[in-house]
């Protein structure tokens, strides 16, 4: 019945968990689709008109707007197309002797037409009326056969002569017409105007251009001359008309009515529906992600709901600027988002986020592929170069490579457009620059306001506080000086051991640090501090009044961290570094004193408040803290004493239960015990026993000094 019941609950926590991720998931794709239907929803269609439909209204231009028209800049295009002549070739003697030889060939076959006496002379008219290259109708067939041998055989070499004469000009096809017209001034004139017509007759069919048009050079030239025209702007001033009523909506005016938003877009069913579709995906996306790496990435729920707000906040900011300008989606710094979450949190955060905000922000825009491709590229390589930010140089170099990365993608994708002219590369390599620069100071900016609300520590933090001239750490080296070296002892060990379990090592040492400054508000109570020459303070006190001594140098820390307002992330490492221990020594002498009965004893009495470590970066200070203050009382001859006292602190604080609320592993333990003892024996390591100074010894000096009075 029992295991019914836990079945029942299970089944129940299960239900709840899927009907809260699935609401979740609703509220998610319910935000991504409204962002991405927001220019539609802010820009709405005013006027019911398509193109090449006669307007039923009057529209006016309703705000001033310069945008560069395609439709203008197509017909400077055409323009200049058309302006463009044929290239032609030089004139090409080949054609020429072509053509000699077909009029030699032709006359041939008239020679024999006439020197055939079996065939009558119709038969010799139809003869010649077949020929090819040449249209010989019956009057000039009659004058081919009776006129005499000697004369035909003037009118043939003076034919050839012609011929040649006309083919050797350069004849374009334009120019052909032009070319046959002056045929009759180059026949000889002392030839009787029979023969010469004769002669014009058979040359003329033969004179063809002999200078051809090169299609290859007059597209070049077309396409330099089509390359040579820029994006052509149209202007249009608040209150100027764009079309009237009753006159047909042409491309121009389309164009700028698409500008303006005043009518209904094209494939806006289609626009919906890739919309839900991205909806859907995303937020599967995001519920996948927080659900299964939740606990690896993000510190709490509080983490993912300001990382989901602040991207809901950058995404509708994107969609309600961006759309409908040219140069504005290339100067909005979404880089500032990924940069900051990424140094703040983890580089996957940082990616998932950025990738999702370039894919929702630029979707359905103009140059919706390059805008994509130039918000997610730059912003991984930024994220990879800065890191955790551990410097606002590096914030400044990361906005440097960003720009870089920019620029490349514009030239990229621009170079291969032919209506982008020099001047509009340059704005927005421009605006690339700006986008870069202002991305990396935002994300410094974000980086703090995340860094509040949530109390998370950020790296600039961490080196700012941990610089010796702080004023805590110099009140420690003044008032409580040996706590200060133990501090700096114990950052050192932690550190070294947070770097080999992969555990953060710059808020280990910063924590190390601090960890023991209320000591300073009561130095003399603790052994670092008091002069060995001298009555320990506690030698006068009853136990119980010792150790409340002692245990509040917790509380005493968490106020002067309060005080200098030290980020509530090193407030942890104050509370946590001794758990819930006890102060054994007093805690013994009370039970002495009780005649060795515990019972008489309160354990409370004795407790440190707590609580225990709940990270492996406070567990590293307790396992460091005690390591190094049993290292330096029992100052350890050997390596194996060294390791010993190691494995006896881990021990013990893993049976008094300290480390249960850690995610510590075996391989983290065994690791950070080794780097302990490393670090211990390069600081306690044998050293050369000097001779002890005599009084009565003479000192080199004055050994020199007799020397050199010896010598003189």
Known sequence: MTEIKLTTRKIIRSNKRFVIYLLWGIIIAALIFGALLLPIILHPASYAINQGEVSPYDIQAPSDIVYFSDELTQRAKDVAENSISNVYLPADPGITRRQIERLRLSVAYINSV?????????????????????????DMALKILNISDTRWETVNLEAMNVLEQVMRTTIRTDRLNDARRNISTLIDLSLPESQATLVSELVTPFVVPNSLVSSEQTELAIEQAVEDVIQVEKVYVAGETIIQRGQIVSPLVWEALQQFGLVKRQQETQFIFGSVIFSLFISALFLYYIRFRRANQFQNYRSIALVLITFFIILYSMRMVIPDHTVLPYLFPVAAFGLAISSLFVLEIGIVFSLALAVLGAFGLEQSLSLTIYYSLPV???????????????FLWTGVLISLAGSAIILGYRFTEM??????????????????????IAAMVLQYIFAQILGVTTTLQLLEISRPDHPLLQHMLVNAPGTYQHSLQVANLAEQAARAIGADALLVRVGALFHDAGKSMNPLFFIENQVRSEINTHDELDPISSSKIIVEHVNDGIVLAKKHRLPNRIHDFVLEHHGTLVTRYQYMKAVQAAGNDPSKVDLADFQYPGPKPRSRETALIMLADGCEARARAEMPKSEDDLKSIVRKVFEFCQTEGQLDNTTFTLRDLHLAMESFASTLKNTYHPRIEYPKMQPEAKTIKQIRHAKDNKSD
Do not use: C, E, P, W
């Not at 002379?121 to 249209?135: E, G, N, P, R």
């Not at 209506?419 to 202002?438: E, Q, R, V």
């Open 380 to 394: 991984i390589i930024g994220m990879l170069v800065l890191g955790k930010g551990r410097r606002i140089s590096t």
């Open 419 to 440: 209506n982008t002219d020099l001047i509009g590369i340059l704005t927005l390599l421009g605006a690339s620059f700006f986008y870069g620069i202002a991305s990396a």
């Open 114 to 138: 006439r020197a055939d006496t079996y065939a009558s002379q119709d038969q010799k008219i139809a003869d010649l009326s077949h020929m090819v290259d040449v249209s010989i109708n019956a």
